[in-house]
């Protein structure tokens, strides 16, 4: 009887014997890395640049936990007891769905921007919409639908462009602007800390410093006039009562200084009476205004009690160097990809050839 080879030694016979296969046709495995490098370098350098800003922000949190010591120690484990604070906080889960809603983003439509050679000046619009590199590639791609809207619109009756902004119906060219920049501007919260990161890709380095720095004081005015908006409506509202008191307080106040100037000489139980009321009325009319001061006041405490300071960790500035694309990595990808591809084609590829060219010929 024959003898079997133990299954782990035919299997590192086979592995030898496939090693041995590539290494003797290791030239064209080179062939390939070559081709790899090549292509490697046209794509890496045919992707435009684009710089990125980053900022981190840390805003204060202007509602006391309910929870006390257990909220802090919640917060060292990770925990985060968003539901224990005041009803006015704003729960910083949804910073990123501010930043990319459609209202935050229309925001930006008008901001001057200018680029890094001091070349073009413009709207942020404009330079989205007539400025925005692409691959070689994506010319090509989009050539055919450039050319069918092009004629499409030939037949159709030139209209003229409606410049407004309405959240509710947007243009076809404001769709495509929300689109474009949606994706380039990206916020993060650090449920741990607080901490608010935020990043602008752009592919001139200034404007995406400038865009930043929009985004950023935008998102602070947000957070700000959601967090003191009832104070601020409770302060209008005392303020107008506060108003209305000083006026009712001076008119009862005249009225008891007239009624006394003119009747100081007079001694009659009917005068007394007179002269009690109005004191009484002036009095009480004092009660309501000098409690409406203090409301007042109060009010204007609250207002500055619950308006966030804002810490910035990390400021915007201006990149000195392109953050994508990343050739040296998209190098390394083709090459790796190429070398697998001719190896497999060494291994698999020729025997499945050359079985097909049997059938053929049978």
């Known amino acids: 009887m024959e003898e079997r080879l133990p299954v782990q030694e035919e299997q590192e016979i086979d592995l030898i014997e496939l090693a041995g296969k590539v290494w003797k046709r290791r030239k064209f495995v080179f062939k390939a890395a070559g081709l790899g490098v090549i292509i490697g370098l046209i794509v890496a350098f045919s992707i435009p640049k684009e710089y990125v800003t980053g900022v981190k922000l840390s805003p204060e949190n202007t509602e006391v936990s309910k929870t006390g010591q257990l909220g802090g120690l919640a917060a060292m484990a990770g925990i985060n007891l968003g539901g224990a604070v005041g009803p006015d906080a704003l729960v910083p889960d949804i910073y990123p769905d501010i930043v990319s809603s459609t209202p935050f983003l229309l925001e930006l439509i008008n901001i001057p921007v200018e680029s890094a050679d001091g070349k073009k000046k413009m709207s942020f619009y404009e330079y989205m919409d007539e400025y925005q590199r692409k691959a070689w590639w994506g010319y090509i791609i989009s050539a055919p639908f450039k050319l069918i809207e092009w004629v499409v619109n030939l037949f159709k009756e030139e209209k003229i462009e409606d410049t407004t902004v ?13 689109k474009g920049i949606e994706e380039k501007i990206v916020v993060s919260v650090d449920k ?3 901490v608010i990161t935020s990043s602008v890709t752009m592919q001139d380095p200034l404007i995406s410093a400038t865009v930043m720095n929009v985004v950023l004081e935008n998102l602070q005015n947000y957070i700000t006039d959601y967090r003191t908006r009832k104070a601020k409506h409770d302060l209008a509202f005392s303020e107008k009562l506060f108003k209305e008191a000083k006026e009712a307080y001076f008119v009862a106040q005249k009225a008891y200084a007239k009624y006394v100037d003119e009747n100081h000489n007079v001694i009659s139980a009917r005068f007394k009476t007179e002269e009690e009321r109005l004191r009484n009325e002036m009095t009480l009319a004092y009660g309501v205004y000098n409690q409406m001061a203090q409301q007042l006041e109060m009010d204007k405490i609250k207002v500055q009690k ?11 500035k201006v990149a000195i160097k392109a953050t994508k694309p990343n050739k040296p ?18 291994l698999f590829g020729e025997t499945l050839l050359n079985e097909l060219k049997n059938i053929k010929n049978k």
Not at 166 to 178: M, S
Not at 306 to 316: G, H, L, N, R
């Open 329 to 346: 990595m998209i190098l390394i990808g083709f090459v790796f990809l190429s070398i697998v591809i001719s190896v497999g084609y060494i």
């Open 306 to 316: 619950v308006t966030p300071v804002y810490t910035v960790i990390e400021p915007a």
């Open 166 to 178: 309405d959240p509710f119906h947007l243009t076809k060219d404001q769709e495509a602007f929300i």
């Open 192 to 194: 741990k800390s607080g």
